[in-house]
């Protein structure tokens, strides 16, 4: 089991930078695949970006290649998202996951993990 904590939320102006950070306690940390996942009002939630376990390979969704980048220290236990050049439509809950079930991959499909953090609010105003 694993305990997942967001921070790093906040309310920003377009074209300006956040950077988001998961805490995660409990199992090795080393040992999860990880997410970031948002969810907007009114919207469903979304992939955002993905990290493999040892952090190799990363993953993103179309909207956000270029301005965003994940990153984890597993010696810390815990995984970024940096986010540049911010825009309106990027203001959501963000989400960390992670998942037992991929040992060399990631996955844009939320079933796929097991645990989630309760989210930070990011607000983006034009």
């Known amino acids: 089991q694993v305990q997942l904590v967001e921070s790093g939320g906040g309310l920003v102006q377009a074209g300006d930078s956040l950077r988001l950070s998961c805490a995660a306690s409990?199992?090795?940390?080393?040992?999860?695949?990880m997410a970031w996942f948002r969810q907007a009002p009114g919207k469903e939630r979304e992939f955002a970006a993905a990290?493999?376990?040892?952090?190799?390979?990363?993953y993103y969704t179309d909207s956000v290649k270029g301005r965003f980048t994940i990153s984890r220290d597993n010696s810390k236990n815990t995984m970024f998202l940096q986010m540049n050049s911010l825009k309106p439509e990027d203001t959501a809950v963000y989400y960390c996951?992670?998942?037992?079930?991929?040992?060399?991959?990631?996955?844009?499909?939320?079933?796929?993990?097991?645990?989630w953090g309760q989210g930070t609010q990011v607000t983006v105003s034009s």
């Open positions: 996951a992670a998942s037992l079930r991929m040992d060399r991959g990631t996955s844009d499909y939320g079933n796929d993990y097991d645990y």
């Open positions: 990290i493999t376990r040892i952090g190799g390979n990363t």
């Open positions: 409990g199992r090795t940390f080393s040992v999860y695949a």
